[in-house]
Structure formats: structure tokens, C-alpha cells
């Protein structure tokens, strides 16, 4: 952090102002609490100043220099207090945003420690341990139980199941076996693989996310507050007004003290203070109700855009599923009573490591079942476990791999196709060679998800958008449940970003929720990115533009109805601070307006509208957000 001269200048500004203050409100002498303010203002304005003059020379009045030169004007005129809180606040949101932005470069980095350093390459006399940056098209791989693969490839040999929920975002390892795809950065399983090298490690998965997230950062990073925007051309106003309002009078004969008071109180009354705070207090204070309630808003800018968001998208596991499955059916072909199968099947699992094998155990502690001994357990990678309980031969595996295509087996078989097309994962018990059972499991769905998502229907008026890397039979079944209609499955990271840029390209502002690696581009390309904050990667963390940190979903229509409040209290004190600044513009110029009374004026304006932009910091600000109504607002645009 200290490494940022942004961060070091906005400490020093903001210390020596908070030293001057004291000297002020102690009574100390005056050149102590000048000297104190003159350096806060060369700390945190030197570095704004100059670059708002290398602005001015290519024709563009930056509003960080109107600042510093209001600043200056108002320690000529007496104020000196009043322009150096200008330059701490400006300093100090420059050092928060130097901040974030490092702290994105750092994590998308560190993804790229996903991907190993080293593979085995097999080569005609053996194996070699080669740097993975090396590995060519062509090249074949040698990856053993637990490693990392180095490349994205073919599998020519082997059979396993590979954890690729940082590339796909599916919950549970993927069997892969000859002629199946496998990504860089995934994590093989128990069994022995080896992969044809299909692309060099600059053109991986895992670096084309890396360059979409830094393309889509640099992009959002240009997005600026629509009263930036506005600030840009007021400041050239301001500046030749004033200009004006100096000169002109001089080169009339005018004597050069009331003019330069009368210019430099135009400036003080003019100068954007009441607007800066029209805006800040009531964004800042949603950010800080906001993360009283568990989410986490990284910037002002963000919860503009969450103001105007108009749809919203989320990724399936992790996400409106809690990324773990649990067994959900039991179907028991023969007399066998379910909980009797339920232990055998717990029984023979029991030694495996597999993420079923784990939730099929859990069922049957669930229901108080006490597992039967375990006698010549294996464990075939990609293929299942065969185990003998209680002197029975228990097999369980895919039906791809227990099933044959004899006729004893249509039962089963047409069951576990008719699970399997309802969007479950199934697997079939068989014991002595004859099918048992068939069970149906399925990652677990939020129990605030259904809620979530109409709520949000009718706060934005527009139902979400389900995009997950997960198959489509799973998919399409947790929309169903859910109450979502656009259903886009089995996407790759750049997929989702295609889909973000598809969707934003038809006029829609859209908020996309996510959790992991594989949904960081399309958090980054979004208009707005939200990450699960319990489970989501440290990249989809850094990347995204708020972070839910308590893992409550419900808290995405609220963020949103709270960020519309927010926006119209910022709407409303734009208003009052443009009727004050007018007022007392139209007065310095058309009459006399006295210093005094501009001064009080002035601060005024700023009180007032601060005083307004608070009141979202009151509690019931939170319950009001987290009420909507089908009309598509939120219960307070009803008020």
C-alpha cells in the first residue's frame, strides 16, 4: 500500500491537515496552524495540480485543478480551513482508487499461479521435468494423481477425474478419459493421464482470462460519476468567469484589491464544495449502510451504475447454489428397504475421497445409519468404487460404467436416464452383479434463491439471466425451480463475457453475480460486478466491483433499491447546491455581494446538502431498501 504515491501524499495531506485543525481549535499561534494547512495543501494538491496543468496544455480544464486553484483562492481571500479540506478530500479519494486498482493488478497476477510452473514431458528415451512456459503444440504430458495440468490439451491415455471448477465452474470433478479436453490449472484426481499439448502456454484458458479481465479493468477504469461529467464543463465556466470577472473590471481602471476580492469571492461561492458534497454524502453513506448489512461497495461510481441497472445475470454454483452436492432420491429397485441401501451404498463410499462419495456418506449419517465393515475397497479413477460390505459385492459407479446393454438392466437404465434428464447427477449401486439402486444427487440450491430472484423481477421490471459452465440439463433444471426463462449453459469464461457483451449490446445496464475464477472476465465486462464473498476466488473478489461478504443473496435486490435511494438524494442536493450557487453567482456579479455573508452562504448550501445525503446512514434505510414492490421500484420512490 505505502508503495502508491497517491496513498503516502493523501496521509500526509490529511495528517498535517488534522494537525493544523487542532493547533486551530486550541487557540495556538497563527503561523503554527498556516504552515501546518500550507503543507497540506503542497502534500496533497502538488501532484493534482500538475497534472491538471499538463491537462491545461492540451485544452482541457481537469477538475482536480479547479480544486487546487480554488483551494489557493480561498487561503487568499482567509479560508484557509476550507481549502485544505478541499485537498484532502481529493487526495484522499485519488489514494482509494490508486488502492483498488492495485490490488486488481496483483490478484490477476496471482491467477496466473493457477497454471503450474513445471509438467512431466514424455520424450522418445523417457520423461523430463520442463519449465510449463516451454510446452508446444504438439508436446504429450505426464500428469500423476493431484498435480496440476500444465497446459490445455487431449487426453491420449489415462482415465481420471479432473476438479475444473476454476475453469467451468461445474461443482464436481469431470471424469475425463482418451479424447476428452482438459484445461491448464485444473486439478487431476487419483488416476494417471497423459495430454497432447493442444495450445502454448501464452494462448491457455487460464491467460486468455487473464488478458479479458485486464482489457474489461481498463476499460471500467475510464467510467467516471455523471457529475464528473458534469464538473468538466463547469470548471471551464467557472474558471473563465472568474477570469473574467478579474480582468475586465482592471483593464477598466478598476483598483486592484476590491476587484481581487470580489473575483476571488466569486470563485469561493462558485467553487463546487456544495456539489462535491451533494454527491459524496449520500453515496458514501449507502456504501456504509451497505456494509453494516454484509456488502461490501468498492467505490461511489459503483453504486451509480447499480442505480441504473436494468438486468441481472448469475452464475449457478457458488453462487444461487451453495457448491456442494447432496444426495437427493434414493430408488431402490428391489425389496431392499431404502435406508438398508443407503448403507451399503455409504459403506462401500466411505473410504473415497470423491465429493459424491462424501455426500453420499453425509445422507446416511444424516439418518443415524451406522456404516457395515468395508473389506478390498478400490477405487477405479473415472470408473467408480467396488467394495465388499457384508459379504456382498457392492459396485457404484456412472450408468455409463455399471450399466450393460442387457435387458435385466432396461429398469435401471431407463431410470437413471429419466434422473439424469431431470438435471441430476446419478449414479448406480450394484450389488452381486445385479442392479440395486439408483441415486439421483444435485448441488444445493440457496434457500433465499427463489426469493431473490423475484424480487429482483420486480424491482428492475426484468427477469435475470441464469450463465453458468455447468450442462445444460442441470441448468435448465435449477431455473425451473427458480423461476428463470434464459437459460445460457455450459460457458466457458469467454463465453460469459460474449453473453455479457450480447446482452449490454441490446441497451441493457447489467449486474453480473459470481463467485469464481471462470466468472472474473464477465464480473470485469459487466456494468456492474457483485462476488460471493465466502467461497468466491481472490481474483472474482479483486474483480468485482462489490462483494457480498456474508454470503447472503437476498442483499442483491436491497444493494440495488438502496443504490436508486441513493441516486435520487443525489439528484435532490444537486438541485439545492445549483439554486445556492446561483443565488450568490447572480449577487457577487450583479451587485455587491459581501465576503462574509458569500462565506456563510456558501457553507450553507454544504451543511445543508451534507445533512441530507446522511440520512441514509439511519437503519431504517436498509429495511426500506429490502422491501419491493411488483411495480419494479422500491417502496421508497412510492413516498
Not at 238 to 249: H, R
Request: proline fraction near 5%; charge should be negative.
Amino acid at each position: 500500500m505505502w508503495s502508491l504515491s497517491e496513498v503516502r501524499t493523501a496521509t500526509a495531506a490529511t495528517a498535517l491537515f488534522a494537525l493544523g485543525l487542532v493547533a486551530h481549535l486550541a487557540g495556538g499561534p497563527a503561523q503554527l496552524g498556516w504552515s501546518l494547512y500550507l503543507g497540506c495543501y503542497i502534500a496533497g494538491g502538488t501532484e493534482s495540480g500538475l497534472a491538471g496543468l499538463r491537462a491545461l496544455r492540451n485544452r482541457t480544464v481537469d477538475v482536480d485543478l479547479l480544486m487546487v486553484a480554488a483551494a489557493i483562492g480561498a487561503a487568499a481571500i482567509g479560508q484557509v480551513l476550507d481549502g485544505a479540506l478541499l485537498i484532502v478530500i481529493f487526495s484522499t479519494s485519488g489514494a482509494l482508487e490508486a488502492l483498488a486498482t492495485r490490488r486488481t493488478e496483483d490478484s490477476i497476477r496471482g491467477l496466473l499461479d493457477l497454471a503450474p510452473e513445471r509438467a512431466t514431458r514424455i520424450t522418445s528415451v523417457g520423461e523430463e521435468v520442463v519449465p510449463a512456459a516451454v510446452l508446444r503444440a504438439g508436446d504429450v504430458i505426464m500428469v500423476r494423481p493431484g498435480e496440476r495440468i500444465g497446459g490445455d490439451g487431449d487426453v491420449v491415455e489415462g482415465a481420471s477425474e479432473v476438479d475444473q471448477a476454476s475453469i467451468t465452474g461445474e461443482p464436481l470433478p469431470v471424469d475425463k478419459r482418451t479424447g476428452d479436453r482438459v484445461f491448464a490449472g485444473t486439478v487431476n484426481g487419483t488416476g494417471a493421464l497423459q495430454v497432447r499439448i493442444t495450445r502454448p502456454a501464452g494462448d491457455t484458458l487460464i491467460a486468455r482470462i487473464v488478458t479479458m479481465v485486464q482489457q474489461a479493468s481498463a476499460t471500467k477504469a475510464r467510467t467516471q460519476l455523471l457529475i464528473e461529467k458534469v464538473e468538466q464543463r463547469y470548471s471551464l465556466g467557472m474558471v473563465t468567469a472568474t477570469l473574467a470577472l478579474f480582468v475586465v473590471p482592471l483593464l477598466l481602471g478598476a483598483d486592484l484589491r476590491p476587484t481581487l476580492l470580489r473575483a476571488m469571492t466569486f470563485m469561493i461561492v462558485a467553487s463546487p464544495c456544495a456539489v462535491v458534497l451533494a454527491t459524496m454524502p449520500p453515496l458514501l453513506s449507502a456504501i456504509a449502510t451497505a456494509g453494516r448489512h454484509g456488502v461490501l461497495v468498492k467505490s461511489t461510481v459503483v453504486l451509480e451504475h447499480l442505480a441504473t441497472a436494468t438486468h441481472v445475470a448469475f452464475d449457478k454454483t457458488g453462487t444461487l447454489t451453495d457448491g456442494s452436492p447432496r444426495l437427493a432420491h434414493v430408488h431402490v429397485l428391489g425389496t431392499t428397504s431404502e435406508n438398508d441401501m443407503l448403507a451399503y451404498a455409504a459403506a462401500a463410499e466411505n473410504p473415497s475421497e470423491h465429493p459424491l462419495a462424501r455426500a453420499i456418506v453425509t445422507a446416511a449419517r444424516d439418518r443415524g445409519l451406522t456404516p457395515h465393515a468395508v473389506e478390498g475397497f478400490t477405487s477405479r479413477p473415472g470408473r467408480g468404487v467396488t467394495a465388499r460390505v457384508n459379504g456382498k459385492l457392492v459396485d457404484i459407479g456412472s450408468p455409463a460404467q455399471i450399466l450393460s446393454a442387457d435387458s435385466q438392466h432396461d429398469l435401471a437404465a431407463s431410470l437413471a436416464t429419466a434422473t439424469q434428464d431431470a438435471g441430476y447427477t446419478t449414479v448406480v449401486v450394484r450389488i452381486d452383479g445385479t442392479p440395486a439402486a439408483v441415486l439421483s444427487l444435485t448441488d444445493q440450491t440457496r434457500p433465499d434463491a427463489a426469493d431473490t430472484i423475484a424480487r429482483l423481477t420486480a424491482l428492475i421490471g426484468n427477469q435475470p439471466v441464469l450463465l453458468t459452465g455447468d450442462n445444460p440439463r442441470v441448468a435448465t433444471r435449477l431455473a425451473t425451480d427458480l423461476g428463470i426463462s434464459d437459460v445460457r449453459a455450459g460457458l466457458l469464461p469467454e463465453d460469459k463475457v460474449d453473453a455479457v457483451h450480447g446482452l449490454e449490446a441490446t441497451g441493457s445496464r447489467l449486474v453480473v453475480v459470481g463467485d469464481g475464477v471462470n466468472d472474473a472476465p464477465a464480473l470485469a465486462a459487466a456494468h456492474v460486478g457483485i462476488a460471493m464473498g465466502r467461497a468466491g476466488s481472490d481474483l472474482a473478489l479483486d474483480t468485482a466491483d462489490a462483494v457480498i461478504t456474508r454470503d447472503e443473496l437476498a442483499t442483491v435486490p436491497a444493494l440495488i433499491a438502496l443504490a436508486r435511494r441513493a441516486r435520487r438524494l443525489v439528484l435532490a442536493n444537486l438541485a439545492i447546491a445549483a439554486t445556492f450557487i446561483a443565488a450568490l453567482a447572480a449577487w457577487d456579479l450583479f451587485a455587491t455581494l459581501p465576503l462574509p455573508l458569500g462565506v456563510a452562504g456558501h457553507e450553507g448550501s454544504t451543511i445543508i446538502v451534507g445533512l441530507n445525503g446522511l440520512r441514509l446512514l439511519r437503519p431504517q434505510a436498509w429495511h426500506r431498501a429490502s422491501r419491493t414492490e411488483p411495480t419494479g421500484k422500491d417502496h421508497d420512490q412510492h413516498r
